[in-house]
């Protein structure tokens, strides 16, 4: 069983920054694939970003150039980046773990097998 710890969340203003952090237990990270996902009020949770075992990293199109995933192995740890923040990035954020599937493109909740319980990003304008 993996756990998730997300951290790092906070209230902003635009144009801020801020990085995420997952903390990982259980399992070591460089394994799997590892995701971030948000949720808007009222709204389904939908993909940001994700890194796959071999380190190739993407990103939403709505994020792309302002947010960067990585991982630092060593401290089992997964990170989102968050530059250039926005009043519409205000959502919470989920960090996810996914085991290695052959035709996954990882960018579905259905995709992913753990979840940390979420940290909350507020933007002001």
């Known amino acids: 069983q993996v756990q998730l710890v997300e951290s790092g969340g906070g209230l902003v203003q635009a144009g801020d920054s801020l990085r995420l952090s997952c903390e990982a237990s259980g399992r070591t990270i460089s394994s799997y694939t590892m995701g971030w996902f948000r949720q808007f009020l009222g709204k389904e949770r939908e993909y940001v970003a994700h890194i796959r075992w071999s380190g190739d990293t993407y990103v939403a199109d709505s994020v792309k150039g302002r947010f960067t995933i990585s991982r630092d192995n060593a401290k089992n740890t997964l990170y989102l980046q968050m530059n250039s923040l926005k009043p519409e990035d205000t959502a919470v954020y989920y960090c996810?773990?996914?085991?290695?599937?052959?035709?996954?493109?990882?960018?579905?909740?259905?995709?992913?097998?753990?979840w940390g319980q979420g940290t909350q990003v507020t933007v002001s304008s």
């Open positions: 996810a773990g996914a085991l290695v599937r052959r035709y996954s493109n990882y960018r579905s909740t259905t995709e992913y097998d753990w």
